[in-house]
């Protein structure tokens, strides 16, 4: 049976099953890797829109991009319009010119949050990874245990093969905000890699559950409907 991907919404989280949540059993009928269920997991190019606690990232700038791109050229120096186009070219996945005005506002607010979160993830999207992860320490730096900036740089760690680091900034986030979905999008996708499919469907449930109107539960909510389809054929078998 051949299963499609269930969606993207922001930059590759992917976790081992180590976690807080017991271990569930895989199918038990063997299956080609094609046949797997493949997990959800965020666009790497896409802005960082995820809910932190304490604070909720700006809506996406009124100005037009032709507006932008203008206003950018004639003063160099604004930061606000500096990161409200690269925000907007990580929208429209114009990752290199994205990252190039990312890192112009980080170079005049070299802390700033959302700004080296961001920068991160347009390097993360251009396959830079180490690049990606030290603006991701940096924005921890300046707001240590931030939700997205941990989720992120936990991704980052995983594309890498650190696990144990990753997971060991996953568990920390859950400890200290029980409630951040991005951790628990980034377990279930975990979960979903390693085909402990019962197990990412519960961590999506705490997704939907924590944030029904992020992007990530509505990846979540697909990913659910694909595995829970996939176990029942299982059973059925």
Request: proline share 5%.
């Amino acid at each position: 049976m051949k299963l499609r991907a269930a969606v993207s919404v922001a930059f590759g989280l992917l976790l081992l099953s180590l976690s807080a949540f017991a271990a569930d059993e895989k199918p038990a009928t063997a299956k080609p890797a094609a046949t797997k269920p493949a997990a959800s997991k965020p666009a790497a190019g896409k802005p960082a829109t995820s809910k932190t606690t304490g604070e909720k990232t700006p809506a996406a700038p009124l100005d037009s991009l032709a507006m932008l791109e203008k206003k950018v050229a004639k003063d160099s120096t604004n930061f606000d319009n500096l990161y409200q186009l690269g925000v907007m070219y990580l929208d429209k996945e114009r990752t290199p010119e994205a990252s190039h005005v990312l890192a112009k506002a980080v170079s005049l607010r070299p802390n700033d949050l959302k700004a080296l979160v961001n920068l991160g993830a347009a390097n993360d999207a251009l396959g830079l990874s180490t690049q990606a992860q030290g603006y991701y320490r940096k924005a921890l730096e300046v707001s240590p245990g931030d939700s997205v900036a941990t989720c992120r740089l936990a991704s980052s760690l995983y594309a890498q093969q650190n696990y144990k680091e990753s997971m060991t900034l996953l568990r920390k986030l859950i400890v200290d905000k029980p409630r951040s979905h991005c951790a628990y999008f980034t377990l279930g996708v975990a979960f979903a890699d390693a085909g402990l499919y019962r197990d990412a469907i519960r961590a999506w449930q705490k997704v939907v559950e924590y944030a029904p109107e992020s992007a990530e539960a509505v990846s979540a909510k697909e990913s659910i409907d694909v595995l829970t389809k996939y176990l029942t054929g299982q059973v059925g078998q």
